[in-house]
């Protein structure tokens, strides 16, 4: 892996011009979990997307890029809230999709490295419709991982999972993907407070930073300081427009 | 079992009602068989029967591969290339306006009476189903995926032959189904328009001669074939989606 860039992203979204969001200003710092929370239709995901180089629908009037001025094209890896996983392949096959779609060798070590990590070993062979829920988001991220990029986006990927399966993933992801620059769009003040170095507040009125507490991440969901920090960021989505 | 025993049971309704059908309308024998008769001629011209469903069936058979096949590169080329889209596409809307069964007497006139012209007439019947419904299918593409291959910096080709084509599997599926029961109409129109073998051939033959129950026998052979070939089809493609 590269060493992780910084993500910013300014201005304002149009699609067929109707306002989308903006004016925003939006920074990612380098190697850390940024969350972006608000409420869903914000924008949020149209932010996301514009980094990851996709939305061709939306205007953007404005810049979006990486702090160190290279394009970001093969510096990003995608997780959305669908594990957008391959009904054909296997768990090993969907990955190494990555290295299949560029035409490389599929590197089968790392990739059973990683789906043990991810707690999936005794799995690889199985079709993604014998797995669970929380088992395919742990395939999608292996695959995440597979792609070994320096910047992350994550699109609400844990939202559609049980509580408890929520929190494991949680903490999965934030261990595995700790080091790098990370934006992770969710709607859920609780996912926030665990798990953001830094949470940017996305409402209408535009963005501001609600500084978390300090110490590590996953931060501990019933401690005292996350429930009260998870109060804030909800009392704040609750008087935004 | 259940699906046999109900199958077997529509079936002896069917053949209950049609022996009531004859008895009771009186019908003459030249008119309407009954199945008792039918079954009968079946069995006492099996070889002749035998002879000229050997000859449909590989007309069927070699029409619904060749067609099939032309059909899966013809969705491909269609998907995969936006300026093929624009040129070929009208023809082929076009050429839908013509009943293939018009081109029947010309297909005889240039591929003569053997084999040829109802290989012919099957792969035409067939194309247009086969590549349609898979170029639709190769056309609809869950966006998550595309988008995914995408920032996995895929080129076009491999997202084509990696994601749209298996995801596109089952429209193809469901186009060779369609094929399965447009083939044999194919090969029976074009050995009606000019043949010396095959069922289509020996009904026109029974009924020119007033041999009705003959004519039913072939009919029936044919759609039991047709029948097969369907459910075979319908197996092939189950089972290829699942492994
Ligand atoms: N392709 C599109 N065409 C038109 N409007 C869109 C399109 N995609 C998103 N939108 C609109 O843009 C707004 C923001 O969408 P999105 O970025 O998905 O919000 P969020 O992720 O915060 O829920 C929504 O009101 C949505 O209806
Ligand atoms: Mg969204």
Same mark, same amino acid.
């Given at each position: ?15 067929? !011009? /109707?306002?989308?969001?903006? %004016?925003?200003?939006?920074? &990612? ?6 969350? =972006? #929370?608000? @409420? ?24 979006? !890029? /990486?702090?160190?001025?290279? %394009?970001?094209?093969?510096? &990003? ?6 594990? =957008? #996983?391959? @009904? ?73 999972l049980d509580a408890r399966s929520r929190a494991l993933m949680q903490d999965l992801a934030a261990t595995l993907l700790a080091g790098r ?30 500084p978390p507490p300090d110490g590590p991440t996953p931060r501990q969901f019933d401690a005292p300081e996350t429930l009260e920090y998870q ?11 | ?243």
């Amino acid at each position: 892996m590269t060493a992780a860039p910084a993500l910013h992203l300014s201005g304002c979204a149009t699609i067929d !011009g /109707a306002p989308i969001f903006g %004016p925003v200003s939006v920074e &990612v710092p380098r190697g850390r979990w940024t969350c =972006l #929370l608000g @409420p869903s239709g914000v924008g949020k995901s149209t932010v996301l997307r514009l980094m990851a180089g996709l939305g061709d629908e939306v205007t953007l009037e404005g810049t979006v !890029g /990486a702090g160190d001025g290279a %394009p970001l094209g093969a510096r &990003v890896a995608l997780m959305a809230q669908s594990d =957008l #996983l391959l @009904p054909w392949l296997d768990v090993t096959g969907n990955v190494t999709l990555g290295a299949r779609l560029r035409g490389q060798p599929p590197q089968l070590d790392r990739a059973r490295a990683v789906i043990e990590q991810v707690g999936l070993t005794g799995h690889a062979a199985k079709r993604p419709d014998a797995l669970s829920g929380g088992q395919r988001q742990r395939v999608a991220l292996a695959r995440t991982l597979m792609e070994d990029r320096p910047v992350v986006l994550l699109d609400e990927p844990f939202s559609a999972l049980d509580a408890r399966s929520r929190a494991l993933m949680q903490d999965l992801a934030a261990t595995l993907l700790a080091g790098r620059t990370v934006l992770h769009v969710t709607h859920d003040a609780a996912e926030a407070a665990r798990l953001g170095h830094n949470v940017l507040l996305m409402t209408q009125g535009g963005i501001t930073s609600v500084p978390p507490p300090d110490g590590p991440t996953p931060r501990q969901f019933d401690a005292p300081e996350t429930l009260e920090y998870q109060g804030r960021l909800m009392r704040l989505l609750m008087v935004a427009q | 079992m259940m699906a046999v025993v109900r199958i077997a049971g529509v079936t002896l309704l069917a053949l209950l009602g049609w022996q009531a059908v004859v008895t009771l309308a009186e019908l003459p024998r030249f008119i309407l068989p009954g199945p008792g008769l039918v079954f009968t001629t079946l069995w006492t011209s099996r070889a002749l029967i035998t002879e000229h469903a050997l000859v449909t069936a590989t007309e069927v058979l070699l029409g619904l591969g060749l067609g099939a096949a032309l059909g899966f590169a013809s969705a491909i080329l269609l998907a995969a290339s936006p300026a093929a889209r624009s040129l070929l596409r009208p023809i082929l809307v076009f050429s839908q306006a013509v009943p293939v069964f018009a081109l029947a007497p010309i297909l005889t006139l240039w591929l003569g009476y053997g084999l040829l012209s109802k290989v012919a007439m099957a792969l035409l019947i067939i194309y247009f189903p086969v590549t349609s419904s898979f170029f639709d299918a190769l056309m609809r593409t869950p966006p998550g995926w595309l988008e995914l291959a995408r920032v996995m910096n895929a080129t076009p080709a491999r997202i084509l032959w990696r994601i749209r084509v298996p995801a596109a599997m089952p429209g193809f599926a469901s186009g060779l189904r369609l094929a399965a029961v447009y083939a044999p109409i194919g090969a029976i129109i074009g050995e009606w328009v000019g043949a010396s073998r095959g069922l289509g051939y020996l009904m026109l033959l029974a009924n020119g001669r007033a041999k009705i129950d003959l004519m039913f026998a072939a009919l029936l052979v044919l759609a039991v074939l047709t029948l097969l070939l369907h459910a075979s089809i319908d197996a092939a493609c189950r089972r290829l989606w699942k492994s």
